[in-house]
């Protein structure tokens, strides 16, 4: 496995205004995942990130409302642009590949956003 | 739209009991299987991958896999206290290399009551 951070670990935002979360993992990896966890539901991917490429997005997910970077193998940032109080919700990266195995998933330990 | 279905919960049982957790998939040509707990409040954690049809154990954890009944489960033998949390079940959906992604279940949240 890996050792993931994200921060911040939990912010409160005004509605209209965007958040940056960052993921730093410990070593390179192949892939990062972005999802969204909204309370007593299951994980939603928002998008995946490989370094070199654009971010894919799932369905129902736009770049506009959620940019990626991911500027080398153990950084990734996913905004979330324009908030309203239905992205209250937990972020997460997970990472794949390279150093941490290439067929699952590590999890970061999130982002509870608030949005007000 | 490729889907991974649990048994809806919640689950309690008695410490010391044996849990068992279920899933379906509905993407024949899935190859790869995992159980994640979550621990409320917290992200998920991996706790066994399977990908061969039949059992494989892991301390108290046993992950069984059907791939004609497209069905995976997850027994957990002398069931504690602490292994009360959410259960996800995930299927690998994908060719592999950089074109792969996890489906997720809603999870079955598991009791275990002292």
């Known amino acids: 496995s890996a050792v993931i951070s994200q921060k911040p670990s939990r912010d409160i935002c005004q509605r209209g205004t965007s958040l940056t979360i960052q993921c730093q993992v410990d070593s390179q990896v192949t892939m990062m995942f972005w999802y969204r966890q909204q309370p007593g539901q299951s994980l939603t991917l928002i998008a995946t990130a490989n370094q070199g490429s654009e971010a894919t997005y799932e369905s129902g997910f736009v770049i506009d409302k959620f940019p990626i970077s991911r500027p080398n193998l153990t950084f990734s940032t996913l905004t979330v642009s324009n908030m309203s109080p239905e992205d209250s919700s937990i972020y997460l990266c997970?990472?794949?590949?390279?150093?941490?195995?290439?067929?699952?998933?590590?999890f970061g330990p999130g982002t509870r956003l608030t949005v007000l | 739209q490729k889907e991974v279905e649990q048994n809806s919960g919640p689950l309690s049982v008695p410490e010391g009991a044996i849990a068992s957790l279920n899933c379906t998939y509905s993407d024949r040509v899935s190859q790869s299987f995992f159980w994640y707990r979550q621990y409320s409040g917290k992200s998920p954690e991996l706790i066994m991958s399977i990908y061969s049809n039949g059992d494989k154990e892991d301390g108290r954890f046993t992950a069984q896999l059907n791939k004609a009944s497209q069905y995976v489960s997850l027994l957990i033998r002398d069931s504690q206290p602490s292994d009360s949390a959410t259960y996800l079940c995930a299927v690998k959906v994908g060719s592999g290399g950089s074109n792969y992604k996890l489906t997720f279940g809603k999870g079955t949240l598991l009791t275990v009551n002292p």
């Open positions: 997970s990472v794949s590949g390279r150093t941490v195995g290439t067929d699952t998933q590590y």
